[in-house]
């Protein structure tokens, strides 16, 4: 069995063989796997994402969900490909240009895979002459001849002596609630109609802390695609990104939660004004985003940072970045920072 032949390329279609799920004894990991073959044959023909001699696809678990999984939840999907990591079959990297983007790089081994499929084949075949010698056991043995002789009504009939539960649990609900129904109509006799049960709101599920970390990361991650998308230099795009996942961090360490997830709008403006901050007009410093770290690595942003997170600020804060990106405000700092 050629185990290539086990995938399935079919645009917008989620599917898996039946044998490959089989194998994996996880019908999640093979649908999974034959989504990730299919965006790494996709990658292949456009000659993308090749690195060290694989071709690469990577997403954050959230994305996954949204593109491929919709009917899984992204904690789920995580634990699937942290399976087939554990299996060997599926390999993981980061070759992100930031090193604040934890995204992982996904691809298959396919000589991994070959020998998982040939191994399990093996074992399935020694399953089988095992089952034919059994087999071959029992038609060796004498035959009684009576038995051949059994009229058809002789023979043992199954057993047909059982009580149909589903039934009687639905007569049963179907008589509990009629009594419910006359008692209440007793109580209010104008009512046309009576409802048996209301229907409560159902409470907003509480996110764990792992998924609120993921939805921080991407948060991050489109934070850094709103940037690119503006003018600005390598160096000032990468002190942004580097001062925003500073102050996230910053934020946690101060507040002992993750900070609020910010639409692309919000995330936006903070972006300009972080990349904007500068007093050419008295020509006291020039675009403080644009300053290369110093030694220590810190850049003037990254210092305003961790500046703001030693301020008390008059207990006026729930420090909110909203609170932190103001152009005055930062103007301020900058010529504190910038001057001193």
């Known amino acids: ?16 063989n039946m044998e490959l799920g089989v194998a994996l004894n996880s019908l999640d990991e093979a649908i999974v796997l034959n989504q990730l073959n299919y965006w790494i044959e996709r990658n292949k023909d456009a000659n993308r994402n ?12 959230e994305a996954w969900r949204k593109q491929d999984f919709p ?21 993981s990297a980061n070759y992100n240009k930031l090193a604040i983007d934890k995204t992982k790089w996904y691809t298959i081994d396919y ?57 009687e649990n639905t007569n049963r609900d179907l008589h509990t609630d009629t009594t419910k129904a006359e008692t209440l109509s007793k109580d209010n006799d104008e009512a046309d109609t009576i409802s048996l049960k209301k229907s409560l709101p159902t409470p907003a599920k509480k996110k764990t802390k792992s998924e609120l970390m993921e939805l921080e990361a991407d948060m991050c991650r489109r934070f850094v695609k709103i940037g690119s998308q503006y003018d600005v230099t390598d160096t000032s795009l990468k002190n942004i990104v580097n001062a925003f996942a500073r102050y996230s961090s910053k934020f946690t360490e101060r507040t002992g939660k993750i900070h609020p ?33 110093d030694s220590d690595g810190l850049s003037y942003l990254d210092k305003m940072v961790d500046e703001h997170f030693r301020s008390e600020h008059g207990g006026s804060t729930d420090w909110h970045i909203s609170h932190f ?12 920072i910038v001057e001193w």
């Open 1 to 16: 069995m050629d185990f290539r032949s086990l995938f399935i390329d079919k645009d917008k279609i989620v599917m898996a």
């Open 50 to 61: 090749f690195r060290d001699g694989h071709y690469w696809v990577y997403n954050s678990y």
């Open 71 to 91: 009917v899984w939840s992204a904690t789920k999907i995580k634990r699937i490909f942290t399976s087939l990591e554990g299996k060997g079959i599926v390999l």
């Open 111 to 167: 000589d991994k895979l070959k020998k998982f499929i040939e191994e399990y084949s093996k074992g399935q075949n020694e399953t089988s002459t095992d089952q034919d010698e059994i087999s071959k056991d029992a038609d060796d043995q004498p035959i009684d001849q009576n038995d051949q002789t059994l009229d058809q009504s002789e023979r043992a009939l199954p057993n047909t002596n059982y009580r149909d539960y589903s039934t």
């Open 261 to 293: 997830i910010l639409k692309d709008e919000t995330l936006e403006k903070i972006f300009v004004t972080l990349a904007t901050i500068s007093d050419t007009e008295y020509s006291h410093f020039e675009n403080v985003a644009n300053y290369e770290p």
């Open 325 to 336: 990106a103001r152009p005055d405000y930062l103007e301020k700092m900058a010529q504190h």
